[in-house]
């Protein structure tokens, strides 16, 4: 379990995730917590936020594993041998 603690702030009522097990549990589920204990991870982290209404606001995280060993990686090779990143 990740684990998680409700605060009321200035900004309202805030929900603060327990980031080690967050990242621990993100890399189990990619299969990338053996290779992250034996050498380096390339993560991508993306925040942007928003007001709405009122008192309203909104925000958005994205996490992107972008390490090349990753299992199902976005690269993949052409046939000129040219690597390219592939959306998926």
């Known amino acids: 379990m990740i684990g998680y603690k409700r605060r009321n702030t200035?900004?309202?009522?805030?929900?603060?995730l327990n980031f080690e097990k967050a990242l621990r549990l993100l890399l189990k589920?990619?299969?990338l917590h053996d290779i992250?204990?034996?050498?380096?991870?390339?993560?991508?982290?993306?925040i942007d936020g928003a007001g709405l209404f009122k008192d309203r606001t909104h925000f958005s995280a994205g996490i992107k594993i972008i390490t090349r060993s990753a299992p199902n990686n976005n690269f993949v090779q052409s046939d000129d041998g040219e690597e390219k990143i592939v959306r998926i």
């Open 36 to 46: 992250a204990t034996r050498d380096h991870v390339k993560i991508s982290f993306a």
């Open 29 to 31: 589920s990619c299969q």
């Open 10 to 16: 200035v900004y309202g009522e805030v929900f603060f």
